[in-house]
């Protein structure tokens, strides 16, 4: 299957058109694994999250002005016998880090997990660290995993003394397996009498042919389009839902892509689709340039021993120039492409801003037939 080529406007425009190409005047038919358009409701992974220290590294760790960071290495001191006042710790090779990580589904006790330790503090570095045992907490405040081992960087910070060199982010980073899930979070599919799909994109098609090709395979009404995101599944079999539902999510249904058009301002990324079509519409492209330039000059007056004497002052010459060039036109029939449209903004030399106010004013017409989101 071949894709439509990729568009570089100017430094910082990039125009994607990501779409099938139409074969001898028809769409190509797209087929995708349910597994790849739904989910089972209620089957998901979990944010969790803790407070933890990380220790052993070399004087990158935080300093007095984090004053947690030592309350926590005196509390931590304390619970194994050593009493110290926590305004008296003063060291750098500690770090207080925030712990995150997600519990998959259908994880038991034992089950490993990856995860990340970022610092809270002035820490500089998390090189060489060990995060000590950590509690992992769930949205309900139950502890559901703990945390610790080595801390592994995807960057470093070296230098001192304003001559440092610094590679991706050096005060993040994850201790890969080093999550243990400790609390039973698994869901007992056998306790189910019925089993909701829900489509990762709400759509009507979608969800009636899901249903259609899962009732083709068992041979019967088991599944039924509720509304354009959920289709439930009933009459299951109590043991051998796994085994059914490994069946029914591979089958193939036809996908049906929306006509969308994502537009970011802040980077001047724009992706649309072949599906996006324009009625027709004609687009107007000014541009009025302002340049104002200062240039100082110095004048020189007299010799101080003449008789008018006089100073030596700084005097600002300041021209402004204002050029207006023509309008530049686009028009553009009844069904246009997007590689019409392309072409024609091209041909202008729009930038990434020009792009953006023009689909925005192009779908303010209603000559945009599709989504236009901003991001």
Known sequence: MKHAPQFVWGPVLLMVVLASRVAFGQQTDHFVQIRDLATIEGVRENPLVGYGMVVGLAGTGDRRQ???????????????????????????????????????????????????VSSIGDATSLEGGTLLLAPLYAADGQVYAEAQGPVTLGGYSAGRSGN??????????????????????SLDLRKLSTIALLAREPDFRTTRDMAAAINHEA??????????????????????????????????????????????????????????????????????????????????????????????????????????????????????????LVDGLQAIGATARDVVAILQAIKAAGALQADLEVI
């Open 219 to 340: 041979g019967g009404a088991v599944a039924t389009a509720i509304d354009g995101r959920r289709v439930e599944l009933s009459s299951l079999p109590p043991a051998g839902v796994p085994e059914l539902l490994a069946r029914l999510l591979s089958l193939r249904v036809e996908i049906h892509p929306h006509a969308k058009v994502v537009v970011s301002e802040r980077t001047g990324t724009i992706v649309m689709g072949r599906d996006v079509r324009l009625t027709a519409v004609s687009i107007l492209h000014g541009d009025l340039t302002v340049e104002i330039s200062t240039e100082y000059q110095v004048s020189q007056p007299n010799s101080f021993t003449s008789k008018e004497g006089g100073e030596t002052v700084v005097v600002p010459q300041t021209t402004v120039e204002a050029k207006e060039e023509k309008v530049k036109h686009i028009e553009l029939g009844e069904g246009a492409s997007v590689q019409q």
């Open 164 to 185: 440092t060199k610094q590679v991706n982010h050096p005060t993040a980073g994850r201790v890969p397996n080093g999550g243990l899930v400790e609390r039973d979070a």
């Open 66 to 116: 984090t004053v947690f960071s030592t309350q926590t290495l005196g509390n931590i001191l304390l619970k194994m016998g050593v009493t110290i006042p926590a305004a008296a710790v003063s060291v750098k090779n500690v770090a207080a880090v925030f712990v995150t990580s997600s519990l998959p589904p259908f994880s038991r006790p034992g089950t490993q997990i990856d995860v990340t």
